[in-house]
């Protein structure tokens, strides 16, 4: 015990430490608020910078603006009505006509508070459940792992998006170019077409700044004659009988967040909207009905994405398997500087696991200091033109691609990608499932080759050992029950 609280006060007592949480969480806050520029694309950029950076300081950085971001989406979803991030969008429902109402202080600070509680108790039950989860994850055979890999790609295909169709092709879109390059079981060229620069495959890194940076500043070309919107602000700090009041709510909101967020391939945006349900279901009598600035409507989505962090945690530390798209590229990072997220790494390396608990405590801490504080500031940034900001976007994508591996290759890579990503979402086609299908890719192939392997090369002794246990059969039951529920039969007989 008293080693694990070493670990977990590592950040609270380096200054360096405690300086690049800190930069990391003002950075967030601000990356996050403004539309456009995600946290997974900041994430996703930061990390072609940190290849030569020791570990801890290269994650500090990031687990702040992971914290920082996430939070920081809700701003311009109060001030303006556009969410800085897919997870505010459900905060927009009711913080902008709060705003509109000359509340904008209150709802600002309200939410800051909410986020930092559910950022508490996603963090708490990451601390006590992954240890759980991990010994759980150890009797995982390799076909359950691909079984998972299939799940966290058609959760993302079937909650993210209008068509489980575009969403199951653009995950296997992304599961192809994971296997793009030589067959690390049998060096065996695939997809290469002679190409020598290809055998390496295509660098995952370059696909992720492609579709998440460049692709948002192309589709932000089309709004450069929107005007500026000005907003004044007051009181900011909610009362206490406030607190007290939206406690239980924002309790209830947290831990469905955590839930959701420890699902492979879901996120914080899955969690806001299914809270904001929540809240209406739950509250009888709001002071102002859901929709026209009821308190209720932003304290629940607050809590439950910011909850959902810690919850995407857990697999992510204890399984390899992504909680949403920003853990997917932290389990690249962490694949970078030598680490193996998954089951061994609580045995193996205890001290990451109570090292990025602590930062993650830290890191939250910072939201509830910048989050009540340079909000003039923050409003000024909003305001840049785009003529400035889509620019910067761009240098900064191109950089960072360069970074990976100094080579123009993936510069070219990033640009293809970027422009891909502008057209599928264009025609309605998430971009998250392509990233998480290069992730997983890896995952499924090689656990299938193992299962496979270890039945002789028997299929049909794949099924039999596959029935037999009991863990396959749920998770097989999952995927089937998945499939069921997004169908058009299943539609209709609920909606009757």
């Not at 909850?307 to 920003?326: N, R």
């Not at 205890?350 to 910072?366: D, I, Q, S, Y």
């Not at 057209?423 to 995952?443: D, E, T, W």
């Amino acid at each position: 015990m008293l080693e694990a609280m070493h670990y977990f006060a590592i950040t609270w007592v380096s200054p360096q430490l405690l300086l690049l949480t800190a930069l990391g969480t003002f950075l967030g806050i601000y990356i996050g608020a403004i539309p456009g520029l995600s946290v997974t694309m900041a994430v996703s950029i930061l990390i072609s910078f940190t290849f030569s950076w020791d570990v801890n300081n290269a994650l500090c950085l990031m687990v702040g603006i992971y914290m920082g971001g996430v939070y920081g989406g809700a701003r311009t979803a109060i001030l303006l009505n556009i969410p800085g991030a897919p997870s505010a969008i459900a905060t927009a429902l009711d913080g902008y006509p709060l705003a509109k109402k000359g509340e904008a202080g209150q709802a600002i600070g309200l939410s800051t508070i909410m986020s930092v509680i559910g950022g508490f108790i996603g963090i708490f039950v990451l601390a006590i459940a992954a240890p759980f989860v991990s010994e759980f994850a150890l009797t995982f055979q390799p076909r359950d792992y691909m079984m998972l890999g299939i799940l966290g790609i058609m959760l993302v295909g079937s909650l993210s998006g209008n068509s489980l169709a575009k969403g199951i092709f653009a995950g296997a879109f992304g599961m192809l170019l994971g296997t793009v390059g030589l067959d690390p079981l049998t060096a065996e060229e695939r997809f290469t077409f002679g190409v020598v620069d290809l055998w390496n495959g295509i660098n995952p890194i370059a696909v992720m700044i492609g579709l998440f940076g460049v692709s948002e500043a192309l589709m932000q070309l089309h709004h450069l004659d929107r005007p500026v919107i000005k907003q004044k602000l007051a009181k900011i700090l909610p009362s206490w009988a406030d607190v007290k009041k939206y406690l239980p709510l924002s309790a209830q909101s947290s831990l469905l967040g955590v839930i959701i967020g420890a699902l492979p391939g879901t996120g914080g945006d899955i969690a806001a909207l299914m809270a904001y349900d929540h809240a209406k279901r739950v509250t009888k009598n709001p002071k102002v009905p859901f929709g026209q600035g009821a308190k209720e409507g932003l304290v629940a989505p607050e809590s439950a994405n910011n909850a959902a962090v810690g919850g995407a945690y857990i697999p992510m530390l204890t399984l390899g398997i992504p909680g949403d798209a920003v853990t997917a590229v932290f389990i690249g990072a962490l694949f970078i500087h030598g680490l193996n997220p998954g089951p061994l790494l609580l045995t193996e390396k205890p001290e990451m696991f109570w090292f990025t608990v602590g930062n993650l405590t830290l890191a939250n801490v910072f939201v509830l200091i910048f989050g009540l504080t340079g909000i003039k500031l923050f409003s000024r940034i909003v305001e840049c033109p785009k003529g400035i900001l889509i620019p910067l976007i761009f240098l900064l994508s191109i950089v960072g691609a360069y970074s990976i591996n100094t080579s123009i290759v993936d510069v070219w890579w990033m640009l293809g990608f970027g422009i891909l990503g502008y057209f599928m979402k264009i025609y309605g086609y998430q971009v998250g499932p392509v990233i998480l299908g290069v992730i997983l890719s890896r995952l499924m192939d090689e656990n299938w080759r193992r299962a496979i392997l270890s039945e002789r090369g028997d299929l049909g002794g794949f099924f039999q050992e596959l029935l037999k246990s009991p863990l396959s059969i749920v998770l097989l039951s999952i995927i089937v029950l998945v499939l069921v529920t997004q169908t058009p039969i299943w539609k209709k007989w609920r909606a009757r």
